[in-house]
Structures are given as structure tokens and as C-alpha cells.
């Protein structure tokens, strides 16, 4: 199969307009890098494509040749799915552009882009696109996995956010599926992953953001029990304007954080009010009023970039990444406990178990309207092992699968599948439940041979 990729290897290079990174170019082995470095892939090739025509050409190669062929977008996956060994990566890292369209509140954005980049274009004209809580995730990872952040519980997913979507399918055809164009298409691309084609650019509705209130409050991790006990209940019934997720880990031992909390272990909520801001302090006065007193106290107003941005310093690309994610619908004593003795065994500064809000408006869409199909969940749960030393991938991977076997009984039965590693058949179908079948048949009418298959897969045999 290599060697007939070498053979066709000029035709690739006629029709291509960037660049191709092949294995022995000086720059190969910084390419292939991806965001987790527990996972170490060798493409074939690396395919950076400048336009839709490049994706098109990347795409007849991959499928000519009979290669397995990847996707990259913003390379933010922690499961590696945007790369393989043997086979090219089709990268979309250098689609970019982002346009904003004042008259509608219209955002169009490049399959490359980061959610840093769509919050920077659209900023400075006081809106945002629903999207994740790290500035430097892809947005196209994100969006066809679901997408849920700190604007989630006002304006719901970032696919209830979509519009439309250029898609370049499996045989090399170009469609644009949306809402009354290739109607099941754009329901699968709603939350069914990277299996029906690759996704060129996208369009968003954009809301009504520029400053919000919002940032982290600490606590020791003493009273963590307290908080989680008291969080279960305010998070729910609190305005839709104010989301807080909680988060369980460490205070890592740099600036800004004082030197004398470093290496603290403690609960934590990150809020982000994005209502009017004079009711932005009092919607948190409870957490403030009825909790102990905190470690640090960084609420605040702030651009709403910059709360999105917040933690980026914290987790560059190249560490060391586990993760396990479940949708919660409750939070019951006896999960807390089994949270408390795992937390408080992490095995790195940097890992941690956040819980995230995906209630408000995301219950007001049916399970069946778009792919996502777990619309009753109260959140979205991730367990990370997390450090820079590859001689610690191992204790991370036991830690974090130990502390999720011992939460999953207490959580519904699938995950947000961009807080998945490769899991298995079961997981995923547990994740679509009763939207799996359609979205196989989907599968097969858009991609009848599997080609896109290095992500979570839809499964057409």
C-alpha cells in the first residue's frame, strides 16, 4: 500500500497548494507532535491543506490508495484521533479565517481554527459562539463532538449554535449541509463526530458577550464534601446566565497562584455570568455566603476572552494526557465519597475531575433533534491524568481509570466523546443510545467503506 502511495505521490503534489510534510523532512517529527504526548503516531504524510480543493485532493489520495487517513483540525484531540501511523493526515491547521457577519450575528469559521481564534474575531464586536473553557481547543473537534463550555446553560451546545457546515465527503464530492440541504447529514454532524466527511468550515449563531463575571474560588479540600453536597443542589435551580463548573485538583506550584498553596489539593468553582454585569456579584452571592471561607477569591468582571483563556498556560500542548468522561445526572453521598478518596490520590500537580453544567438550555432540545442524544444530563464529567513527565503515563492511566470505575456506577452509561479515549463499540453506543441506529444508517449512505474511521466510530458492519 506504501508503495502505491509513493507512485501516486506526484499526483497529490500536482493538485495540492500547501504543503506535504513527508517522513525525513527536517520539520516531520515536529509536525507529527501531538497535543497529548502519551501517544506517538507516524503518519505517512502530513497533508496541510491551504484550501477546500487541497482537502478534495487529500481525500481522493488517502481514498485511492486505500490508506487509513486521519483529520486534524486544531489538534487538541487527547485521544490521538487526528493522526495515524502508515497513512496521511489530512491537517487543516492553516484554514484559519474567521468572518463575522454583523447584520445577522452570523460567525463563519475555518475547520482550523481555535476556539482562542473565534473568541478573538468575534470579541470585538461583543459577541461569542457558544464553545469549550480552553482557548486553545479546535473548534471542529469541539463542535462535532457536541461542544459545551461556560455559555452552555444560556445558549446551549455549540452545535445548537450551528447553521451549517461545508463538508468534503468520503468519494471526494463537496456538500453544504444544513437545514434544509442534506438535512440528515447536518443532523449527524450535530454531535456524531468526525464519521460523515471532513468538515471545511463551519457557521454559527453568535449571542451577546463581551465582559462577564466570572473566574475560580478555591477551597482546602476539607471542606470539599460540604461544597459537592451544596453544588448538587444551587447549579441546577441558578439562573441559566451563570454556569460554575466544579472541579477537584491541585494548586500547581507556579505563578500566578501564592507560593504558599502550592501543591494544595482543593475543590474549586469556575464560574461565568454572561447577563447584565450588574447582577453578575449578586448572582454568586450564595457561594460566597453559604460555603466556608475560600483559599482564594478570583471572581471578577473580566472580557469574556479572557476567562476563556484563563488556563491555557496550564495545559500547553505536549504532556502527558488520560482521560474518562461520563454524563452525570445525579450526584448522590455515596459518589461523592468514592470522588473524595480518588481525588485526594492524584497522582500529578496537574490532574483533576471537573464536573461541567449541561442543563438549562441544553434540556429545551429533544435527544433526538441532533445526534447528541444524552439531553437529560445534569453534566458532563472528565477524569484527567495529567503531567509533563512521560515516566508518569502509567500512574496516570492506573489513577484515572481506578477513580472512574468507581464513579461509573453512580453516572448514566455513555460520555462526551471529546473526554473519550479509544473505548470501544459499547461506550459509544451507550453514548448515542437510541440515535446509534440512525446515525449508522447515515454512516452508510455517507460513507459506505468506513473511510473515515480514526475517530470515535460509527461502525457500518
Not at 39 to 62: E, Q, T, Y
Not at 192 to 198: A, K, R, S, T
Not at 349 to 358: F, K, Q
Request: with cysteine.
Amino acid at each position: 500500500m506504501v508503495f502505491a502511495a509513493q507512485i501516486n505521490l506526484e499526483k497529490l503534489k500536482t493538485n495540492f497548494r500547501g504543503e506535504i510534510i513527508l517522513q525525513g523532512d527536517s520539520n516531520y517529527d515536529q509536525a507529527r507532535k501531538l497535543y497529548n504526548a502519551m501517544i506517538n503516531k507516524k503518519p505517512l504524510l502530513i497533508a496541510r491543506c491551504s484550501d477546500v480543493a487541497d482537502v478534495i485532493s487529500a481525500v481522493h489520495f488517502g481514498r485511492e490508495n486505500h490508506l487509513l487517513t486521519a483529520i486534524r483540525g486544531g489538534g487538541h484531540n487527547g485521544a490521538g484521533l487526528g493522526s495515524c501511523d502508515d497513512g496521511p493526515v489530512i491537517d487543516l491547521s492553516l484554514m484559519k479565517g474567521v468572518r463575522i457577519d454583523l447584520s445577522s450575528k452570523i460567525v463563519r469559521a475555518g475547520a482550523g481554527c481555535t476556539q482562542g481564534d473565534i473568541d478573538h474575531a468575534a470579541h470585538a464586536f461583543g459577541l461569542a459562539v457558544p464553545s469549550g473553557v480552553i482557548s486553545t481547543t479546535g473548534i471542529a473537534g469541539l463542535t462535532l463532538g457536541g461542544g459545551h463550555g461556560y455559555l452552555t446553560r444560556k445558549y446551549g451546545l455549540t452545535i445548537d449554535n450551528l447553521l451549517e457546515a461545508d463538508v468534503v465527503l468520503a468519494d471526494g464530492s463537496f456538500v453544504t449541509a444544513n437545514g434544509s440541504e442534506y438535512e440528515d447529514l447536518f443532523w449527524a454532524l450535530r454531535g456524531g463526530g468526525g464519521n460523515f466527511g471532513v468538515v471545511t468550515s463551519f457557521v454559527y449563531k453568535a449571542h451577546p458577550v463581551n465582559e462577564v463575571y466570572g473566574g475560580p474560588i478555591f477551597w482546602d479540600i476539607a471542606d470539599a464534601r460540604k461544597i459537592m453536597q451544596w453544588y448538587r443542589e444551587f447549579s441546577p435551580a441558578a439562573p441559566v446566565e451563570l454556569s460554575t463548573f466544579l472541579g477537584l485538583q491541585t494548586i500547581p506550584s507556579t505563578k500566578p497562584f501564592p507560593q504558599e498553596l502550592w501543591g494544595k489539593k482543593t475543590c474549586l468553582l469556575v464560574g461565568c455570568y454572561c447577563g447584565p454585569l450588574q447582577k453578575g456579584e449578586e448572582s454568586v452571592k450564595p457561594i460566597r455566603q453559604e460555603l466556608p471561607r475560600p483559599l482564594m477569591d478570583w471572581m471578577q468582571v473580566m472580557p469574556f476572552p479572557g476567562l476563556q483563556s484563563m488556563f491555557d498556560p496550564l495545559f500547553p500542548k505536549g504532556l502527558q494526557w488520560y482521560w474518562k468522561g461520563d454524563f452525570v445526572k445525579d450526584l448522590p453521598d455515596e459518589a461523592i465519597d468514592a470522588h473524595l478518596e480518588y481525588s485526594t490520590k492524584s497522582p500529578s500537580e496537574l490532574s483533576l475531575m471537573h464536573l461541567y453544567p449541561i442543563d438549562g438550555a441544553v434540556h429545551q432540545t429533544g435527544s433526538h433533534q441532533t445526534a447528541w442524544n444524552c439531553r437529560n444530563a445534569s453534566w458532563s464529567m472528565v477524569i484527567a491524568g495529567i503531567d509533563p513527565n512521560p515516566e508518569n503515563a502509567g500512574a496516570l492511566k492506573h489513577w484515572a481509570r481506578s477513580y472512574w470505575e468507581a464513579v461509573h456506577p453512580y453516572n448514566l452509561g455513555g460520555a462526551y466523546i471529546n473526554f473519550m479515549m479509544e473505548e470501544g463499540l459499547q461506550r459509544i453506543r451507550a453514548t448515542y443510545g437510541d440515535n446509534y441506529e440512525r446515525l449508522v444508517a447515515i454512516k452508510k449512505k455517507y460513507d459506505p467503506t468506513n473511510f473515515f474511521r480514526v475517530n470515535q466510530n460509527i461502525t457500518v458492519s
